[in-house]
């Protein structure tokens, strides 16, 4: 059994006896108040630019007949609150909805809500503990599901080391949950089955990957039983699909009938990437490295399925102007950039992307500001939360931001982004990645201009023109940060172009 530390509250238990009936639900007036507030407001944000009725329809109506999703839903959705009372700000909220302000009303307004998502997420988890203790066997689905639940409350308040136990909690109880079911009708064909493989199963992967990948945190250790971390779950899901398979690396290529679909493609082939064993970084050995080059190449190879299949999917979709649509075009622009620079460390290729730059800047902003009837908000009322679960459109234009060098894309990019601070995309939140990102093109500019003044200086001409303004050494070619939420601070360190690394910079907002 792993170690896990004291706020990994997610055990990694056997499981025991079948379970027993669920309890009626009954919810004190704030949780309910809060679980409105997720039918409402949080459960289509959580969806993000994609039709997914997992938020606005499953988890719901497992919540109705099971007291730990409640529980855990209700935390979501206080988390969120608090987030949007955080991003708006006590006096917009005064005009926007009163009640709702003194709710908030005092000197520490924005920490009542998230008082209760404390106290609603703390309720949540042990209720876990008691069915993983006394009846977790027969109801796997919807422990996972918890499971999966606290994951993500944990993920989006900044806390990944802590989600990833609970995703690899949730990896465990699979793993015992398939070993006691081998042939006594435990079947991945089950109903139950169904819904682990179609429905928690990309979200596990989406999570995974963004705590992994993109939360600064290695991926956390785990038993010879278990395998990597999430490799139970991610064969489950992966190993067993049937014809409608979605990811496959034979002839039939990748398979896409929806946007969502199209979406949980693109996580598949990351994970096959990142989190399994082939495409892991940290492993050593000659077989490991063998190993690794075949697994990028399988990676690249299904990168360009993806986006072959994905092209003839938005050609189907011509006539639709929809968000998940306008989504999946940016998608199929940045992995126009993306793919034939995965391998390349040389930052000058990126001169050859200036019309991709471009498009993507375009779709990012049609889906953060769209086109509308109305009159546009005073200056300084602009505030536009969103709250997903789900990378979006924030990873990608700071990928515009750092990579692209031409003056008016890059800076364009970067107003989006600090127009955009009051959201969160998964890991990726609004305020963070525009300080982030206005700080390495600051720190560019700033070596471009002591290069110029350099070669001014030699006699040897001014060194200005395009995206040659940012001379190759004066490129960051890699980009490290320690991320706070809490504390609102961020741990900036960066690579140039020539290996050499600046000094740890703190940065606050």
Known sequence: MATLPKRALVPLQTLGQPSLSPSSIQLGAPAQRALQYYRVNTAKQLSGYFDDDFWTTSVLQVGDRDQCVSYALVALASLHEHFNAEAIGAAHLM?????????????????????HALSYYTEAVRRLHTQISTCAGGQIETTLLCCLL????????????????????????LQAWQDQNAGRGGSIWSPRGYFIREKLGPLFCRMALQASLFGHAQPAPSSSNHGDDGAALAGFISDTHDSKKRTTYDDAGVRIASSAEARDTLYQLIWHMHLLPEGQHHLKG???????????????????QWQDTLFKYLERQQSSSSVSSTMLKLLYTAARVIIPTFTLYDQMVFDSFATQFREMTDLAEALLFPSSPEPPPPAGHEVSCFFSLDMGV?????????????????????????????????????????????????????????????????????????????????????????????????????????DTWCSEELLTW
């Open 95 to 115: 005009a926007k909805d009163p009640e709702a302000a003194c709710r908030l009303a005092g000197p520490d307004m924005c920490s009542v809500p998230m008082r």
């Open 150 to 173: 606290l994951a993500a409350f944990e993920l989006l308040r900044g806390y990944h080391k802590e989600s990833q136990v609970h995703l690899h909690g949730s990896a465990g109880l």
């Open 286 to 304: 000659t077989r490991t490295k063998r190993a690794r080059a075949k697994g990028q190449d399988n990676f690249i190879r299904g990168l360009h």
């Open 394 to 498: 924030l990873h990608l234009l700071y990928h515009v931001v750092i990579r692209c060098r031409v003056w008016s894309t890059r800076h364009r990019a970067l107003a989006l982004l600090r127009r955009a601070q009051a959201r969160r995309e998964g890991v990726w939140d609004g305020a963070a990645t525009a300080l982030v990102a206005g700080r390495v093109v600051a720190l560019e500019e700033q070596a471009a201009r002591r290069h110029s003044a350099q070669i001014a200086a030699d006699g040897d001409g001014d060194g200005g023109g395009g995206s040659s303004c940012i001379p190759a050494s004066a490129r960051v070619c890699s980009v490290r940060t320690d991320v706070d939420l809490e504390n609102r601070t961020v741990v900036l360190r960066c690579g140039w172009q020539r």
